[in-house]
């Protein structure tokens, strides 16, 4: 059987999902998560195989509708600002 050893943040959040009566036991909270990252490394792979290549045809199709490099970038930092703004 696997062994891990986790820091205070985990073992509290841990303790947090065992507290709220949703989990059983410390296995249960692990795996729960475990199927979330696998849910989630599915979904960008998903994106990365089919999403991906359809926008960049439909761009090379209709150049009109891309944003400039610049543009993408600005965007990108406002969103990070605004999340930083968020979590403070």
């Given at each position: 059987m696997a062994s891990f050893a986790l820091n205070e943040h985990y073992e509290r959040f841990i303790r947090k999902q065992l507290e709220s009566g949703r989990y059983n036991n410390a296995?249960?909270?692990v795996r729960a998560g475990l199927r979330m990252l696998e849910d989630f490394e599915a979904?960008?792979?998903r994106w990365?195989?089919?999403d991906i290549p359809s926008r960049l045809e439909d761009i090379r199709q209709n150049p009109e509708q891309a944003i400039s490099l610049e543009d993408a970038f600005s965007r990108l930092e406002a969103r990070h600002q605004?999340?930083?703004a968020k979590t403070r």
């Open positions: 296995s249960e909270v979904a960008r792979e990365l195989r089919d605004a999340h930083v």
